[in-house]
């Protein structure tokens, strides 16, 4: 129970299903006593008593467990490695892998608790192919993407009462009808360690400032910057070029080298993905058929981008998947999640990438 | 009847005496008892008496006695005001290690204000040492019992050296009261902080005991009652039902004594298993109290587990948010393992004692196992 109006429903809908519920608060912040600097963020001390209120309304017990230093290790620290190595992570999904769905999963299985229940916009059933992950209702909402990490054994024991709500709304007004204050609480969108928003600031903060050069494909040095992890690949903006490419055309980052503090530019098309791929994978469940031949799937490659057809295929290693068109803005460190339809079937963090050959003038 | 069954936290709280909830509930209308006017008077009455019982309780004189908000507030007028009066030229502050989180969170304010703060440790059965230089620092702090542990801590050591040394003591005897003899006088402390809720009169009372030789700067500034060390009016109801829980628990200190040493016995016993540390087992310590350290368990999951069983108890002491934070204590001692305290009082039965002791292997058991 984070102390948002997710969870908060969700524990209600689990208690009105007749289940022995027990609210848990994930106390994850090093810093217990920190206060809500905004309305966004998680994990304070207002949010703590949010979910305390809720707790008390629904008549469960309600404790506050303390994963702060799993969180550090499996979470935050492995954030801030992945920069320094030049890849984006996504912490949310870092989160349900090893916080949410590992740590606090094993103590409740262990203390005698068969599920737990979450908030999360997704859906788990005992399909054709055993236990199966698959999009919620909501498509606005789905949080299938942040959830595909889970393996089988995560998901016997997950449980996502939220999973048929058509839309976030219903859920607020479901709320606001169970008489639960933070009805209109404002969503969380941010990373929840860095509740000002400010990646950037935060990662030059704890990984310094390590100037190096801008280059253009061929190599030329084209600029300089303070930091490569403060780069995005795809970002347009706030490069500071000094003189503009030679056929005029907007220049965007290509490629973090992180190793030779290189920052890499190039055109829009360069931008364009023909395969991504990582040995970094796992299972939603059963672990497909068919894909040393390949299959058409769909692929997801951030949080929020639409899936796109494809073709996946597992190469020794690595899953190599080949979109049917270019992808833009592929980080890697992010994950690729496939699916057949509306199920997950599977997801790899993205180590590597293919581009389209720049075009020869 | 007992409304708060399974209770094991009268260290954190001790539930409100029915006597004291009745003396507070039939006072009636009160009039503010530094008003001059003879409704004033009455309210005067009732307060200077209670301050007089509650001194006979524990070995002062009646205008020793500051009544104040609670220990917390006690604690703090008693170091910090100590320290403001200090002689010149003295900034060290003796404290034990092991002090309750007001001794502690005041000592790091005193830091920054100029104090260097020098810590005493303990033995792992959280018995403070005694070999203490008090030398020429300016005051020094320990406590009557470790509110964590229960273990009784040496302030007769302790007061002679600050004798010796010339410099003021204050002891924490919150924890203590009620569980054990205290005597102020007879201590040979400076001041002495004690709170009401822990011998199950109301939260937000307590006092500072501050001999008359005292040097003591108050924090609080108004109206200058209570010899001026303490503004504000007086709480006659908080007084009245301190008083009358203290007088309670003092007359039946012997009996309970014997009865809740059995159940700590009995306790103590169905702890004993592979992995079980019990704290303090050849110290002198309150009845009531049993403390132990779980090897290769999860502390929250032994304060859980026992809810499972309806019965409250804690790993130590909890903080606003409700996490569980490591122990200083625990970490002094030198002992690894998760904390668990089951503390006893004057609402704890024989059934209380049955179920905990039914539970408890099992409980341990279940924790050790659970990642």
């Known amino acids: 129970m984070s102390g948002g109006v997710d969870s908060a429903v969700a524990a209600a809908r689990a208690v009105d299903a007749g289940h022995d519920v027990v609210g848990v608060h994930l106390a994850l912040s090093r810093m217990p006593g920190t206060l809500r600097t905004g309305a966004r963020g998680c994990c304070t001390i207002e949010d703590s008593m949010d979910a305390r209120r809720v707790a008390t309304a629904l008549d469960i017990p309600y404790y506050v467990w303390d994963f702060s230093e799993r969180f550090q290790a499996d979470v935050i620290d492995d954030f801030l490695s992945e ?16 916080i949410k769905f590992e740590a606090l999963l094993d103590r409740a299985v262990d203390l005698g608790f068969d599920k737990v229940v979450t908030g999360h916009y997704a859906r788990v059933d005992d399909g054709a192919n055993g236990i199966e992950l698959h999009r919620a209702s909501d498509e606005a909402k789905d949080q299938s993407y942040v959830l595909a990490v889970l393996n089988e054994q995560q998901l016997e024991h997950c449980w996502f009462p939220l999973a048929d709500t058509p839309t976030k709304e219903l859920v ?13 609480k404002p969503d969380s969108h941010d990373i929840c360690f860095i509740p000002d928003g400010d990646t950037r600031g935060y990662l030059n903060e704890k990984l310094g ?58 055109p829009k098309e360069s931008l364009g993905v023909t ?23 769909h692929v997801q490659i951030r949080a929020h981008a639409d899936p796109v057809p494809a073709f996946a295929t597992l190469e020794g290693e690595e899953l190599v998947i080949r979109p049917e068109d270019p992808l833009f803005g592929v980080a890697t460190g992010q994950s690729a999640v496939i699916y057949a339809g509306t199920r997950v079937l599977g997801q790899v963090t993205m180590d590597r990438t293919e581009r389209v050959e720049p075009a020869t003038v | 009847m007992n409304d708060l069954p399974r209770y094991f936290d009268h260290a954190a709280t001790s539930p409100l005496r029915e006597r004291a909830r009745e003396a507070m509930l039939t006072l009636g209308p009160l009039a503010n008892p530094a008003s001059t006017h003879r409704a004033g008077q009455r309210a005067s009455a009732l307060l200077e008496e209670a301050r007089e019982r509650i001194a006979a309780c524990v070995d002062a004189h009646p205008t020793e006695v500051v009544l104040l ?43 920054r204000q100029g104090a260097t703060v020098h810590t005493v440790g303990c033995s792992p059965d959280s018995v403070t040492h005694t070999d203490v230089d008090l030398g020429s620092a300016a005051m020094a702090t320990i406590s009557w019992a470790n509110n964590e542990t229960g273990v009784l801590q040496p302030v007769e050591p302790w007061a002679a050296a600050a004798d010796e040394a010339r410099v003021p003591l204050h002891v924490d005897a919150i924890a203590a009261l009620g569980h054990v003899p205290v005597a102020f006088r007879a201590s040979g402390a400076t001041c ?26 108050p924090l609080l500034h108004g109206g200058g009652q209570q010899r001026g060390l303490r503004s504000g009016t007086g709480d006659v109801a908080g007084a009245i039902g301190f008083a009358v829980a203290l007088e309670d628990a003092l007359a039946e200190l012997e009996q309970e004594r014997l009865r809740l040493s059995a159940f700590a016995a009995r306790i103590r016993e169905a702890a004993k298993r592979p992995g079980v ?81 039914k539970a408890l292997p099992d409980v341990i058991e279940r924790a050790r196992a659970s990642r």
């Open chain 2, 277 to 357: 540390r019990i704290t303090g087992e050849t110290a002198e310590r309150l009845p009531g109290t049993v403390h132990l350290t779980v090897d290769g368990a999860n502390a929250e999951a032994l304060t859980f587990l026992l809810d499972g069983f309806d019965i409250q108890a804690s790993n130590g002491s909890a903080c606003t948010a409700g996490v569980v934070q490591e122990s200083h204590v625990v970490r002094a001692m030198g002992v690894s393992g998760a904390p668990l305290r089951l503390s006893m009082g004057w609402s704890t039965t024989e059934q209380d004692a049955d179920a905990l002791v």
């Open chain 2, 192 to 217: 002495m902080s004690i709170a009401a809720h822990k011998v199950g009169g109301p939260v937000g009372a307590g006092a500072l005991l501050v001999s008359r030789a005292a040097k003591l700067t």
């Open chain 1, 172 to 184: 607020r007004q479901e709320a606001e009808q169970r008489g639960f204050a933070l009805a209109r």
């Open chain 1, 275 to 297: 395969t991504v791929a990582g040995e970094r994978i796992s299972w939603a469940g059963r672990r497909p058929e068919g894909l040393e031949d390949g299959l058409d799937v």
């Open chain 1, 83 to 98: 920069y320094a190595e030049g890849r984006t992570p996504n912490p949310c999904l870092r989160c349900n892998e090893k």
């Open chain 1, 209 to 266: 400032t390590s100037p190096g050069e801008i280059v253009d494909q061929e190599g030329e040095v084209v600029g300089e910057h303070d930091g490569a992890h403060g780069y995005t690949v795809g970002q347009r903006k706030g490069l500071r070029i000094g003189r503009p490419a030679s056929d005029g055309k907007p220049r965007f980052v290509l490629e973090l080298r992180p190793k030779e503090r290189q920052v890499v530019v190039g």
């Open chain 2, 69 to 111: 908000s609670g220990g917390t507030e006690a604690v703090n007028l008693g170091l910090k005001g100590l320290w403001l009066s200090r002689n010149q030229g003295r900034d060290a502050v003796v404290s034990a290690a092991i002090e309750h989180a007001a001794t502690m969170d005041s000592l790091e304010w005193l830091e």
